[in-house]
């Protein structure tokens, strides 16, 4: 629903289309709200779900098959069972709504968002939570991308699923609610016409930003993929000139002390003086302590800074219960790892809080929320280190840049992406990519980036109560129907 196909008119590959998701979802209601039974209503919503869901991470195939040897039968089937697991939220929403009863334009489009809200909200959370691919991350470029600054990517997503009620019913509409469906697809353009309100420059800092694209089958080879790493980025490292060099997703793909001889210490040496540090993806920890995927950051004068994952990939970085036997088909190294502590502190560099997130960490916009709270300075920009070469040149690099962009309007802070294939970007604060690297290519992106100090209304929210003004919005809505229902019959 949120991904369009590259030969709709106008649209480029792996770039959303806000009306698209828009016109999609006001099908669904369309057909859903002329259903005789709850059962109908439901299976429609599945098979909605299943298939847009399908279409949005159908790449998982390409790292089960291509690079885990899993059968290809195998894999199709782990990806449909998958979408099909996590469309039944969305089936529970559609149910949920014609099981309600009769309801007028306005409520039953407030109930609809609602409901809707609440299956993005469980699917985004529940088992660890995967949103890839949440309605909301069509409206990075759309009419509706001002609400991001107020009510992030679900909020967002909940105002256009009102919209899609509404124009699925619209001949039902009053002039009232017309009025209203006018009003919010233009309000947040008003609202952008002022510039950034809620943030303040906190000037400039030059980066420089490493894009291996060594090859994902070699990548933990010792003969070929490790050594290759480890001497481009050493050298990238060593003859960087930008006050900030940014390495990415293990980049180094050994633990430190299994590294050859000299080689982290001549890194730590390298940015021990002068005017440069360095934010390097590396494995750490030990068989007895366990491993965490890990940033570590390296700067004159100081202690060496370390930041450890919190929210690990299932399958990838720890092996949910009863799945073993699952893994076990993959030629894939996974294995356990420990989570770091949600709001880890910045890296503190020329005046500026890099706030480091690794992979798909910047899905989670409420957890990366949680570091505008307690006494520690907010972020003045987002670091993201990314390996994606598990899912090779698909739309799934297109799909990982709209969600690092709709962190950086949410919170109104730069979001700079090192990555090892792509997609290695500088985004400003306002959501727009000023400067990239072309994918699967060997190269380094040079660039200047401006942080922000300030809050936006969402990041003040949901530094200090999460999603819950959310979940509270679509149970209080939903328990609302439920009771009127009850008095209607």
Not at 42 to 58: E, I, K, N, Q, S
Not at 150 to 163: D, E, S
Not at 349 to 371: H, K, M, S, T, V
Request: hydrophobic share 50%; net charge positive.
């Amino acid at each position: 629903m949120a991904w369009p196909l590259a030969d709709v008119p106008g649209a480029q590959a792996g770039q959303p289309l806000w009306w698209l998701q828009l016109l999609s979802l006001a099908g669904l209601a369309w057909v859903v709200q002329r259903q005789p039974s709850w059962r109908r209503a439901a299976l429609l919503g599945w098979l909605f779900a299943t298939a847009w869901l399908t279409g949005t991470f159908w790449w998982l195939f390409v790292s089960m098959h291509t690079y885990g040897g899993l059968a290809a039968p195998l894999a199709a089937l782990a990806v449909l069972a998958l979408a099909a697991f996590l469309a039944l939220y969305y089936a529970a929403a559609c149910a949920a709504w014609v099981a309600l009863g009769w309801m007028g334009p306005v409520r039953g489009a407030t109930v609809f968002a609602a409901l809707w809200t609440l299956a993005e909200l469980a699917r985004g959370n529940w088992f660890t939570g995967f949103p890839w691919g949440a309605g909301g991350y069509a409206h990075t470029d759309g009419l509706l991308a001002g609400y991001a600054p107020w009510l992030g990517v679900y909020g967002l997503g909940a105002v256009a699923a009102w919209l899609a009620m509404s124009l699925a019913r619209v001949q039902a509409c009053g002039r009232l609610q017309r009025v209203a469906v006018l009003a919010l697809l233009t309000l947040p353009s008003v609202m952008q016409m002022g510039g950034s309100a809620h943030t303040a420059s906190t000037g400039g800092l030059q980066v420089a930003l490493l894009q291996g694209n060594v090859p994902q089958d070699e990548k933990f080879q010792p003969g070929t993929g490790v050594p290759l790493a480890l001497r481009w980025y050493g050298e990238q490292l060593r003859d960087a000139r930008a006050a900030l060099v940014v390495a990415p997703e293990t980049a180094v793909p050994m633990l430190p002390q299994q590294l050859p001889a000299g080689y982290w210490s001549a890194l730590e040496q390298r940015f021990a003086t002068g005017s440069q540090a360095a934010l390097v993806g590396i494995p750490l920890g030990s068989f007895k302590d366990g491993y965490t995927n890990s940033v570590i950051g390296l700067r004159p004068g100081a202690p060496v800074y370390r930041f450890d994952k919190h929210h690990l990939v299932p399958f990838g970085e720890f092996i949910p219960p009863l799945f073993k036997w699952f893994t076990d088909l993959m030629n894939i190294p996974l294995g356990d790892f420990n989570r770091g502590e949600v709001g880890q502190p910045s890296f503190e560099w020329q005046g500026q809080q890099l706030a480091p997130n690794i992979c798909y960490e910047d899905l989670f916009g409420e957890e990366l929320g949680a570091r505008f709270a307690g006494a520690t300075p907010a972020p003045t920009m987002f670091v993201n280190v990314s390996n994606i070469g598990w899912f090779g040149n698909t739309v799934a690099i297109d799909q990982h840049l709209q969600i690092s962009r709709m962190r950086a309007l949410e919170f109104e802070r730069p979001m700079i992406r090192a990555t090892n294939t792509g997609a290695t970007v500088i985004i400003d604060h306002r959501g727009v990519v000023t400067h990239s690297l072309a994918r699967h290519t060997r190269g380094v992106l040079t660039g200047v980036v401006e942080g922000r100090t300030g809050a936006t209304p969402f990041a003040r929210w949901v530094s200090r109560l999460g999603l819950w003004p959310l979940w509270a919005f679509g149970l209080l809505v939903v328990g609302w129907a439920a009771w009127s229902a009850r008095r209607r019959r």
